[in-house]
């Protein structure tokens, strides 16, 4: 039974249809996130704004995935206020593994329109609109060529683009990534943070990604988040 100071204490999440410039797209304040009643993480304070790029850094099982799918409104906060400055439709999600059955060989192209289900009244009949936005997405990602191929015959690092593409399809005002340099090798690193940087500093959107990797985040990032431990904390980018 909860007592008078928890009901206190419960979280609020609040969303604004439409979007305020001057506010931050996410906003959480001393939140507590988790599953069944047990947090994993407490106390978390962080805002991102419109044109950043945020890394969040931290070891396998930190709470990485957890935060995001707080985010992303997939998990209730259990305490705390979260408050999004635009619909949970404008966010754009790249989880760290994509639930595609190899069975059915789909292409590039047919999974990218998959991130524009939520406009399109029927999936028989595609709009040559969302096709041809399909292809706009993947030149921005740098594959266009490979649009027609299977998707399950890519590389790891095209896999990435094509899943960030899909993102993309929603017309986010930010994007979450789950790892996205994961599994992939050098080049496709440098690649796909080239796109994540294009995305922010020339589209204006807000960016915030994951990796175990610090060093990389450094690299990246305009700015730091680490997590650890149950807690998270913003870190000041090295200058070095």
Known sequence: MKSERDVDEIKTTRESDSVDESLPLVSLQNVSVGYDSAPVLRGVDLAIFPGSLVGLAGPNGSGKTTL?????????????????????????????????????PLSAAEI?????????????????????????????????HLMRKSFFSLSGGQKQRVLIARA????????????????????????????????????????FFSSHDLEMVKRVADRIVRVDKGKVWLEERSSA
């Open 168 to 207: 993309l399809m929603v017309m986010p005002k930010i994007m979450i990534l789950d790892e996205p340099l994961s599994g992939v090798d050098e080049e496709s690193r440098r690649t796909i943070t080239d796109v994540l940087i294009k995305l922010t500093h020339e589209k204006g959107l807000a960016v």
């Open 112 to 144: 990218v329109e998959m991130g524009a289900y939520g406009r399109v009244r029927s999936y028989q009949i595609f709009p040559k609109e969302e096709k041809q936005h399909a292809g706009e997405v993947l030149d921005q990602v740098g594959i266009r």
């Open 68 to 104: 995001f799918r707080a985010m992303l409104g997939l998990l209730p906060v259990l305490g705390g206020s979260l408050f999004r400055n635009c619909p949970l439709a404008n966010f754009g999600y790249v989880p760290q593994s994509a639930a595609l059955d190899p069975q059915f």
